[in-house]
Antibody, heavy 119, light 107 residues
């Protein structure tokens, strides 16, 4: 079965850092496009970042310079390093597999991990 | 960034009704447009990709159309289990965006 399991969420003070992890099973992350999508309470889905199979990375303007997406191919795990966190980063963060043959649609979603930025 | 505007923001319809949701892009995105269904407390689910291709396993009552800047998601015969929020997403270029969502309620 293809599955994504996120971890690493929690309560963090403004200005702090957090690293989210996403463990994949049933497929290989090194040959996949992987993304992070977040959703603040009661708000729309917001695309955050993507890492291409070839390694290129892209970010939403709202997180550029503060967040970094990476992967560990040996562990089939994708990470989101989040620095200089702000209250507006509070959200459920979903890990997602992107299918490049389907105009980069997300075909597999994790269950989400909650990040709360508050003092 | 490319902006997506969905309409309506919410709607209420009866079981069996035909429901149409529109998504307009701020610039042309060819057919790089996807639709997702999100039920309360759950992760989204892919319904339609490339504007009109139905994802495997999705009921045939869901369909999509459009290209360029104007797109439509249609539920031909609304079912009780279609209670959800529906989002469009554009994947044209290096950065991607979602619409604000359309909440579908059952009368």
């Amino acid at each position: 079965d293809v599955q994504l399991v996120e971890s690493g969420g929690g309560l963090i003070q403004p200005g702090g850092s957090l690293r989210l992890s996403c463990a994949a099973s049933g497929f290989t992350v090194s040959s996949s496009f992987m993304s992070w999508v977040r959703q603040a309470p009661g708000r729309r889905l917001e695309w955050v970042s993507v890492i291409y199979a070839g390694g290129n990375t892209y970010y939403a303007d709202s997180v550029k310079g503060r967040f970094t997406i990476s992967r560990d191919n040996s562990k089939d795990t994708v990470f989101l390093q989040m620095n200089s966190l702000r209250a507006e980063d509070t959200a459920v963060y979903y890990c997602a597999r992107v299918d490049a043959t389907m105009v980069f649609a997300v075909d597999v979603w994790g269950q989400g991990t909650t990040v709360t930025v508050s003092s | 960034d490319i902006q997506l505007t969905q309409s309506p923001s919410s709607l209420s319809a009866s079981v069996g009704d035909r429901v149409t949701i529109t998504c307009r892009a701020s610039q042309t995105i060819s057919t790089h447009l996807n639709w997702y269904q999100q039920k309360p407390g759950k992760a989204p689910k892919l319904l339609i990709y490339a504007a009109s291709s139905v994802q495997t396993g999705v009921p045939s009552r869901f369909s999509g159309s459009g290209s360029g800047t104007d797109f439509t998601l249609t539920i031909s015969t609304l079912q009780p289990e279609d209670l959800a929020t529906y989002y469009c997403q554009q994947t044209y270029g290096a950065t991607w965006t979602f619409g604000q969502g359309t909440k579908v309620e059952i009368k």
